[in-house]
């Protein structure tokens, strides 16, 4: 069943790519305008990187999330799709598996523009990529879940990050610094902890936005 | 008595009883408790800077009750518990920040730091504060109080990560203060101080679920025109 739901979500998304591709180039837009913000210095550019390419993520996924239920919304689809003999957790996991890979695409686009942008070196590509898909998972599972709920909501545009953000800032946190310390090295062995604080959020935030999903979509 | 009556009753003892305690208190911290020897007179501010931390995180674990017990057995006075507990809990965490800082300046010499106590506190602020807009955004009254029930579990995730915060990493602020860390004659009053804002927690939330009782019987009344069609 998850399989399914995923596959529907993976169509649906291959269907929307030139919204994806929108919503990369106003990450790049973001990237560029950090630059702007930070001044000319390149050294301290390149020492900010990892902050900026995640908050150029962290701000394009609440433009990704928002619109992840559009297609349930449109001619109550939702209620089709909660009259399957399926349960809703089924629905919730297969949307988050999918905004997931949407955002570790989202971020994989920003990290090339992010390394000719700021100079950022590269010495740890695949440490980098396993941190980019532990954020973008720790950013899917709770932005599912307020996606769904902001959908039917007055103001969802401003609803989304008003929940969301607060609620990330620990995602955020290590993702900088585990980004950064995979960038410029890391002689203290800390990569370790930032990296179990995201795998913590993570198996706190999955099956609880998974538990609670069910009533959210059923109200 | 009716129901509505006995709790505006209630709620305003509380609130008696919690005003007479803090002033009590806070004659005891101003006017009694020694001067402490480092931080000097500024310390004074720890008799009400403790006591509404703990009923900041006392308050939001309350609204963390209600939402599960609005989840798993229903009904509106969870609800309406939720809405006057979710409020209290982002009053008293943003008096929290505001005490904290003004604390800080003096003693650390600076408003504010990014101390993990500190902005996990400023976190659970804004995630709590989030969830009250949430509910001023949703007209249904069934899915704002399954909404805001859900978003105020998932928030409540970062109430215990502010209270271990000082034990998990290494912080500028700080450990918890217990009876073997605080000298004997700081205890009465902020002692005295905690249960006066546990009072006055109480009749707020009293008095403010009382008031969401009363707009949600406004918000669920049938419309007048119905109502004269029926008599």
């Known amino acids: 069943m998850l399989s399914a739901a995923l596959r529907k979500e993976a169509l649906l998304q291959w269907r929307g790519l030139a919204r994806t591709l929108a919503v990369l180039a106003f990450g790049g837009t973001a990237l560029l305008l950090f630059s702007f913000a930070g001044g000319p210095d390149s050294g301290a550019l390149r020492e900010q990187a990892p902050g900026y390419l995640w908050l150029a993520l962290l701000l394009s996924s609440t433009l990704a999330l928002s619109e992840s239920f559009d297609g349930e919304q449109e001619q109550r689809a939702l209620e089709g799709l909660l009259l399957l003999p399926a349960p809703a957790a089924v629905l919730f996991y297969g949307k988050a598996l999918a905004n997931l890979l ?6 994989s686009g920003l990290l090339p523009m992010a390394v000719v942008l700021y100079d950022m070196p590269l010495p740890r590509p695949w440490t980098l990529l396993g941190i980019l898909v532990l954020g973008s998972a720790g950013l899917a599972a709770p932005g599912t879940l307020y996606a769904a709920l902001s959908a039917r909501a007055r103001a969802r545009q401003t609803l989304l990050p008003l929940l969301l953000f607060p609620l990330v800032v620990p995602v955020l946190v290590a993702c900088v610094k585990a980004t950064s310390l995979s960038v410029t090295g890391d002689p203290m062995g800390q990569l370790r902890s930032w990296t179990l604080l995201l795998v913590c959020f993570n198996a706190v935030y999955w099956p609880l936005c998974g538990l609670l999903f069910d009533r959210v979509v059923e109200s | 008595m009716t129901r509505e009556e006995k709790s505006g009753r209630l709620g305003g003892a509380f609130l008696l009883i919690g005003v007479l305690l803090l002033l009590f208190g806070s004659y005891l911290g101003l006017a009694v408790a020694p001067r402490e020897r480092f931080m000097g007179d500024v310390q004074r501010i720890m008799y009400v800077h403790v006591p509404t931390a703990w009923n900041a995180m006392l308050c939001l674990t309350a609204a963390f009750v209600f939402a599960v017990a609005y989840l798993w057995k229903g009904g509106w006075r969870w609800d309406c518990r939720l809405e006057g507990a979710l409020e209290v809990g982002v009053l008293l965490s943003g008096l929290l920040c505001v005490q904290g800082s003004i604390w800080a300046r003096p003693t650390w010499g600076v408003w504010w730091d990014w101390d993990p106590r500190l902005t996990t506190t400023a976190v659970m602020f ?95 009344a049938p419309p007048p025109a119905l109502t004269r069609a029926a008599s």
Do not use: C, E, K
């Open chain 1, 102 to 107: 949407q955002l570790a695409a989202l971020g």
């Open chain 2, 126 to 220: 804004f995630a709590f504060l989030g969830i009250i807009a949430l509910r001023s955004f949703v007209d249904d009254p069934a899915q704002r109080a399954t909404w805001a029930a859900v978003a105020t579990i998932v928030a409540y995730v970062d109430v215990p990560i502010v209270y271990f915060s000082v034990r998990w990493w290494n912080s500028l602020h700080q450990m918890q203060s217990s009876p073997a860390t605080v000298s004997p004659a700081f205890y009465l009053p902020l002692r005295t101080n905690a249960f006066g804002m546990l009072f006055v927690m109480a009749g707020f939330i009293t008095l403010r679920a009382r008031l969401a009782r009363r707009r949600l019987a406004a918000q669920l």
